[in-house]
């Protein structure tokens, strides 16, 4: 069985150097951090935040407003439908970047089974319905941006935001040293944020009046219902199986 937890040689703690903690505490003592430090951090910060660092970009409307442009324009009087724009464009973002973090655990998954690595511990044909149903709800919002005359290709500044955050979870199922239950533990991330979302994209399309779209967006969320709960138990059988004395 993998081990997220050998033990070993980490030297990252406080504790490997008895004379250098000694003499840092010592420092700390000599040198304490005045209100002053703590007012330059703050200053530093607060000069960054107030830079024109400009926005994400911006959400891009319809290219013309002639055929669907303007009738999705129309039914959604009293409400910004750049922002449901915004919210769809994150969601396939975040949706491309499932199908692409489920497409590394599986090349993980399948190398460290081939070469005797871990403990066939999860079910590699689930991983990949999962990664083709992140693919399908893709292609759902690919066609629903294009019902509503908008660019599917355009990176609103959401899906830009949630792009960046999506990276860090590829960089942890991507890592060669990472174990299935540190990749699972990221997949837990991925799918509880998941399926927030696409809880209030259900809102959102209500509040907008689309209630083919609601039906739609829900079938996708009875399916990111299935991953959650699905990699929250692997991820728990593995994390519990690790910890107890008998396995
Ligand atoms: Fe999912």
Redesign the pocket.
Known sequence: MEQSTKLGSNKTGIDMSPIHSKQMLEGIERFPLTDTDTFFARQTLKQTLSEDAGSLGSIPLPATVKGVGKSILKTVTGHRPEMFINKLGERLAYERS?VRVYEALILKCQFMAANGMAENEIDISRLKQ?RNQ?AEHMELLVDILHTLGADATAQTPDADAIGVAASGLMKVVTDPRTTIAQCLEAMLTL?LA?NAAWDLLIKLADDMGHSDMVEKFQTALRQ?DV?LLVVQQWHEKIVRSQASLIS
Do not use: A, K, P, V
């Open positions: 499932g999962f992140e799918e998941d990111e991953h």
